[in-house]
């Protein structure tokens, strides 16, 4: 049995719950619900970063959910979530890093807002990363999900960023990516594990 360090709110730790629905693995995991800014909580143990998703298995443990979903997609045969070789691939994981990045800029607006003390929030810094999520949406080329295929890494991710989007509303992507909007609806309807894992507080 492996074991998923993740939090309902995280969208990194969201796209591991997907993706182990799609590829059929869901009950091989325990999800250990974790809270990376309690400096008590199990995840220092396993991930010295203290940061989620971290994926247990046997004796090794694997961070960052790009490792995750690589190892998963092996563990399930390979060339299910992710091309094993060719431009493909490189194409899937390039696509899955912008998703990446706009969730990581997403997250630096909530630390800005959170964690720094009220009237020390630099709203410079805020435009800085508000302006990278759009440039990102923006440059995400899918338009339509294809009902009954295997969603890939890169899809996962951007289901994963909109949502998070919508949860904290850092931006309003659809006003910058319109052309997400049928593609996302498409992704909901199809895709296993997507609606029971909507992220929550």
């Known amino acids: 049995m492996m074991i998923l360090y993740s939090s309902p709110p995280s969208p990194f730790g969201r796209k591991i719950k997907i993706a182990l629905s799609c590829l059929g693995m869901r009950d091989e995991?325990?999800?250990?619900?974790?809270?990376t800014m309690d400096p008590e909580d199990d995840i220092r143990g396993v991930n010295p970063l203290g940061k989620i998703p971290a994926l247990v298995v046997d004796d090794m443990v694997l961070f960052d959910s790009r490792t995750i979903l690589d190892y998963l997609d092996a563990?399930?045969?390979?060339?299910?979530?992710?091309?094993?070789?060719?431009?493909?691939?490189?194409?899937?994981?390039?696509?899955?890093?912008l998703a990446d990045g706009i969730l990581d800029a997403a997250v630096l607006v909530i630390y800005e807002d959170r964690l720094r003390p009220e009237g020390m929030q630099v709203e410079s810094f805020v435009t800085?990363?508000?302006?990278?999520?759009?440039?990102?949406?923006?440059g995400i080329p899918m338009e339509r999900y294809e009902?009954?295929?295997?969603?890939?890494?890169?899809?996962i991710g951007v289901a994963c960023a909109l949502d998070?989007?919508?949860?904290?509303?850092?931006v309003e992507w659809?006003?910058?990516?319109?052309?997400l909007v049928e593609w996302k609806d498409g992704f909901a309807a199809a895709v296993p594990g997507y609606?029971?894992?909507m992220p929550s507080d």
């Open 75 to 97: 563990r399930a045969g390979g060339g299910k979530i992710l091309p094993v070789s060719g431009p493909g691939r490189y194409a899937v994981m390039s696509m899955s890093a």
């Open 195 to 197: 609606a029971d894992t």
């Open 147 to 155: 009902s009954g295929a295997m969603p890939d890494i890169a899809e």
């Open 29 to 35: 995991v325990t999800i250990k619900q974790t809270n």
């Open 164 to 170: 998070y989007l919508d949860f904290r509303k850092q």
């Open 174 to 179: 659809r006003d910058h990516a319109p052309h």
């Open 128 to 138: 800085f990363q508000r302006d990278k999520i759009i440039r990102g949406l923006q």
